[in-house]
């Protein structure tokens, strides 16, 4: 008997299955950790994990350093997520009107910014704008092409989110007199964040990821901080290994976050 695409993908796996999945499981597991310890056994024998290369963590300036990369990281990711919501939804917006002169100008700036390489874009900020006489600093070189790339990709997930909710909700909220704008900010826009929450999570995650693109404009954000500190102790794996820890408790913040205001907003929902 034929099986629905539904069933095929979301139904529960026979035996046969489940035994072939934990053998495959296994077996990536086995050469992850393989891997693992191969790039350990590597970077041990290069002397990487001598005590030498770590002392440099036991002094105050060490970490004094990393927190001022870290908040330079903190202060662009966040100004180009605030640059990413807004202009996000301002794209959408015209990305859904019925009017062509707004929809097509929307449309063509959303694949423009998503087809542009955001290393690109700062690019054109660092030397394009400059030999047009219009000057930036080392911040805003950064955070606006980041900003930028970013809504485009946010504008998309809120079409989606938009799109996803039920047309009957529209169609009842225009009937009892609503006009477009309150049907779309006050029906469906707050249906539409709660399917996309994930989603743009992911995209904070990414915009925090693409601020270590301030080394090409010398931005002194926490990647740009960490280049300095090998530099200068020649310890590449430590400081590499600690950066990349304080990248995981930034994202992993923004989870946590994006979370409890799940939660948050469920218990609003229920009450």
Not at 146 to 162: H, N, P, Q
Not at 227 to 244: D, G
Not at 251 to 256: L, T
Request: proline content about 4%; overall charge positive.
């Amino acid at each position: 008997m034929s099986r629905t695409l539904d069933e095929v993908l979301f139904s529960d796996p026979n035996p046969k299955v489940e035994a072939v999945l934990r053998v495959v499981s296994v077996a990536v597991a086995v050469v992850i950790l393989g891997s693992v310890a191969a790039i350990v056994f590597r970077f041990h024998a290069a002397g990487q994990f001598e005590l030498r290369l770590w002392e440099y963590f036991a002094w105050p300036t060490t970490w004094a350093f990393l927190a001022k990369g870290l908040l330079g990281t903190l202060a662009s990711a966040a100004t180009a997520a605030v640059i990413a919501l807004v202009l996000g939804l301002v794209l959408v917006l015209g990305r859904l009107s019925r009017s062509r002169l707004a929809r097509w100008p929307a449309t063509a700036v959303v694949e423009f910014l998503r087809g542009v390489p955001t290393l690109l874009l700062i690019y054109v900020c660092f030397l394009v704008l400059p030999s047009a006489g219009i000057k930036l600093s080392t911040y805003w070189m950064l955070t606006l092409p980041v900003g930028l790339s970013a809504a485009a990709v946010v504008a998309e997930v809120y079409r989606a989110g938009v799109l996803a909710v039920p047309r009957g909700q529209t169609d009842a909220a225009r009937s009892v007199g609503m006009s477009e704008a309150q049907v779309f900010f006050l029906i469906v826009f707050p249906q539409a964040l709660r399917y996309i929450v994930p989603a743009l999570v992911a995209q904070l995650v990414i915009v925090v990821k693409d601020t270590t693109f301030g080394y090409v404009v010398t931005y002194g954000e926490l990647m740009q901080n960490a280049k300095v500190l090998v530099a200068n102790y020649h310890a590449l794996v430590p400081v590499y290994l600690v950066t990349a820890v304080l990248y995981c408790l930034v994202n992993y913040g923004i989870s946590r976050v994006s979370q409890r205001l799940g939660r948050a907003r469920r218990s609003r929902a229920s009450a």
